[in-house]
């Protein structure tokens, strides 16, 4: 258990009480602190690669966890968001069912003793569902705390949506690269 897999796992860690305060619409300023908490967590995930990378501490565990501490955070934030109107329900089952068919491809190969590492279209989608999710906290925490009806929820949608753009594209990416894993 080296440094960056103990940053992944406070990432995991954030994600209930990011969760709670998602939720806690009765409280002026919970878009705030699950802003706060987001972009806490958002850092850690470029902060235990970086540090990984930089002293050559990449581990099996890291490999496996870093992806799914990701998951877990990007895709507990945005069915959170569906009750709040900024998060169509169509959006999140787009991207569990690409985690799903990505997972799965990762299975295949991995009984083939093939590894299939995140790729670079992998990056970037959670990257713009990184962007998407603080993008929407931060209008939030505007529309709470300054109390302007700033009519989010077209915005969110937008954005939201626009995460499926590299979402779906990152799927078939990885189909097209290991279609020689499925096909055996």
Same mark, same amino acid.
């Given at each position: 258990?080296?440094?960056p897999? +103990?940053?992944?796992?406070?990432?995991? #860690?954030?994600?209930?009480?990011?969760?709670?305060?998602?939720? +806690?619409?009765?409280?002026?300023?919970?878009?705030? %602190?699950?802003?706060s908490?987001?972009?806490?967590? /958002?850092? *850690?995930?470029?902060?235990?690669?970086?540090? =990984?990378?930089?002293?050559?501490? $990449?581990?099996?565990?890291?490999?496996?966890?870093?992806?799914?501490?990701?998951?877990i955070?990007?895709?507990?934030?945005?069915?959170?968001? !569906?009750?709040?109107?900024e998060?169509?329900?169509?959006?999140? %089952?787009?991207?569990?069912?690409?985690?799903?068919?990505?997972?799965?491809?990762?299975s295949?190969?991995?009984? /083939?003793?093939?590894?299939?590492?995140?790729?670079?279209?992998? +990056? %970037? +989608?959670? =990257?713009?569902?990184?962007?998407? %999710?603080?993008?929407?906290?931060?209008?939030?925490? $505007?529309?709470? $705390?300054?109390?302007?009806?700033?009519? #989010?929820? #077209?915005?969110?949608?937008?954005?939201?949506?626009?995460?499926?753009?590299?979402?779906? #594209? *990152?799927? !078939?990416?990885?189909?097209?690269?290991?279609?020689?894993?499925?096909k055996?």
């Open positions: 258990m080296n440094t897999n +103990k940053i992944t796992c406070f990432r995991i #860690i954030l994600v209930p009480f990011l969760v709670f305060f998602l939720l +806690k619409n009765d409280w002026k300023y919970s878009p705030l %602190i699950a802003l908490i987001f972009i806490l967590a /958002s850092v *850690s995930d470029f902060l235990d690669g970086y540090i =990984a990378r930089k002293n050559d501490l $990449i581990t099996n565990l890291g490999i496996f966890l870093d992806p799914i501490a990701d998951k955070l990007v895709i507990s934030t945005m069915v959170c968001l !569906i009750p709040l109107g998060c169509h329900p169509a959006v999140v %089952i787009i991207v569990i069912a690409r985690e799903f068919i990505i997972s799965s491809l990762r295949l190969a991995a009984s /083939s003793s093939v590894v299939i590492a995140a790729g670079k279209s992998g +990056k %970037i +989608k959670t =990257a713009f569902q990184m962007i998407a %999710i603080i993008t929407i906290l931060l209008l939030q925490c $505007i529309d709470r $705390i300054t109390e302007i009806n700033l009519h #989010i929820n #077209i915005i969110s949608n937008i954005l939201m949506w626009l995460t499926v753009i590299p979402t779906v #594209i *990152s799927c !078939i990416e990885y189909i097209v690269k290991y279609h020689d894993v499925i055996d």
